[in-house]
């Protein structure tokens, strides 16, 4: 069962007497009703309830980290002090950790802060995961851009990065799993790592979905726009921001239907695909951000 389709209990119901919720009474308080929803008969275990996204701990993915009870919740950063998204409730807070694509296989840490200002760590592993490599040779300078072009990159990563950067409140008792924003063949090449005569690029950090341009895409969550824009090698795009600095962007736009500041619900149209920007063909790029990693998108969908 999806939260979206959970059937809202009214408050005036008696909480469900189940021995797990009482033996937790002592922690829940005056919260106990708040709590109600999701203290239904026989809790799943932390992963069944809160399954989006999928945890996937190597490079490019999401480690779940389970932060125990607290009545609020709890505030985690990374070892570079990002703050991180946390989900959950008083039961069990999950803090979500998106791992970069440059990031070493190995031990790595976050931080949990305590309401004393005190901090814990938290160690976890990063596994190692082998993307695919692309070797494609071109004309020598046809992948070099002029002084003019490079000026405008410049300046576009300057500001990607800012917009990249913003952390709003998480949507209370998050649902995180997304709706795929277009239908169509979805590519698995996130994390491709392409090497053009020789010279490493980039890896693609996104998921291309083949569209015809007009095509309509949807918020796959409930989301405000936060930058839109048409860039050099991107095109016509929108960042759309989740909260708990959790974002997505969408590029190569034939057709932009928002502006900044716009609220979405879940499953909106917003935008159409298109060939702007550096591409070959008409298609969807989708990424996801969290705490400015860009991760797998394919984490946060079903199939
Ligand atoms: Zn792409």
Request: glycine share 10%; with cysteine.
């Amino acid at each position: 069962m999806t939260p979206t389709s959970r059937p809202r209990l009214p408050l005036s119901l008696p909480p469900h007497p189940q021995p797990p919720l009482q033996r937790r009474n002592a922690l829940l308080g005056a919260i106990a009703l708040l709590a109600l929803p999701s203290a239904r008969a026989a809790r799943p275990a932390p992963e069944a309830s809160v399954p989006w996204p999928h945890a996937s701990s190597v490079p490019g993915g999401i480690a779940r980290l389970s932060l125990g009870p607290a009545a609020q919740r709890p505030q985690a950063r990374t070892a570079d002090d990002l703050p991180l998204l946390v989900v959950g409730d008083p039961i069990e807070w999950t803090a979500l950790v998106g791992i970069p694509l440059a990031a070493e296989p190995g031990e790595a840490r976050i931080r949990v802060l305590r309401d004393n200002g005190q901090a814990r760590e938290l160690p976890y592993a990063i596994e190692a995961k082998r993307y695919q490599e692309q070797h494609l040779k071109v004309k020598p300078g046809q992948v070099d851009l002029s002084a003019e072009d490079m000026a405008r990159y410049e300046r576009e990563r300057d500001h990607q990065k800012q917009v990249a950067a913003t952390f709003s409140e998480p949507i209370p008792r998050g649902e995180l799993r997304m709706r795929v924003p277009v239908p169509g063949r979805r590519s698995s090449s996130f994390g491709l790592r392409r090497v053009f005569n020789g010279e490493k690029r980039n890896p693609h950090s996104g998921m291309d979905i083949a569209a015809a341009t007009g095509t309509p895409v949807v918020a796959p969550l409930a989301g405000r726009v936060i930058d839109t824009g048409d860039y050099f090698f991107n095109g016509g795009t929108v960042w759309l921001d989740h909260g708990g600095g959790l974002l997505s962007m969408y590029c190569h736009l034939s057709r932009i239907d928002v502006k900044t500041g716009d609220v979405l619900k879940p499953g909106e149209r917003f935008c159409a695909v298109g060939a702007t920007g550096r591409v070959t063909g008409p298609h969807l790029h989708w990424s996801v951000m969290l705490n400015r990693a860009m991760v797998d998108p394919a984490l946060f969908i079903a199939g």
